[in-house]
């Protein structure tokens, strides 16, 4: 049996490479368990569509507010210095390329730098979304991911077959394999796990994976 991350790992591995201050965007669901796992010294300031900046973490069961909640319909806290504002001026923050990060699911990634992570399938959701002006609007995107789906099919591919959410914007890819940056149209391995060999990480990649320098082991820790 291949081993791999789980979720929450991989969620604290993107979660290192979040500097401190920086204005973040988690997509709804996976994506929103990163907030658990700044490293220590570091704040990101967490913004979310319907309208809120620099919110704090998840209230305890039982003391919810459910005035207060993310666009994930999560409950959230506010901190010191937390701002509410209207939701086409949360939108207008993101157009205007004040986000410094988004981190987004996905059903695909291409070599390209392409990403698809809504579907009109039967299990699909009715649409994208904000996804798609956080794609062109943050300055850097991330996505988080299994390395494959569910029957074992790659979800790092040459080119998408699902719907797009944006064009060349992702920058860097965290799976439950590996870590890899999309450069010039091409998928460059900086981690993996150690236990995995690079033929057998290729073999669960859709498109060819490239070697700069010295490729780093992927450790994270149990959780």
Known sequence: MI???SATQIAWRAAQ????????????????MVA?????????????????????????????????????KKAVTIRPGTAFFHHADSFAMVRGGHLDVAILGAY????????????????????VGGAMDLVHGAKRVAVITDHVTRDGKPKL????????????????IYTSLAVLDIDAGRFVLREKLPAL???????????????????????????
């Open 3 to 5: 081993p791999k991350l």
């Open 17 to 32: 490479d979040i500097t401190d201050g920086a204005y973040v965007n988690l997509g709804i669901g996976f994506p929103e």
């Open 36 to 72: 658990k796992f700044q490293p220590p010294g570091r704040q990101a300031i967490f913004h979310t569509e319907n309208g809120i900046l620099g919110f704090g973490e998840a209230p305890a069961p039982g003391t919810e507010d459910w005035d207060l909640i993310n666009a994930g």
């Open 108 to 127: 695909e990634v291409a070599e390209t730098g392409d990403l698809a992570n809504w579907s009109t399938g039967p299990r699909g959701v009715p649409a």
């Open 157 to 172: 591919v040459q080119r998408c077959s699902l719907p797009l959410t944006g064009v060349a914007c992702v920058t860097r």
């Open 197 to 223: 060999s690079l033929d057998a990480l290729q073999s669960l990649t859709g498109a060819t994976l490239h070697l700069e320098g010295d490729v780093g082991d992927l450790i994270v820790p149990e959780l």
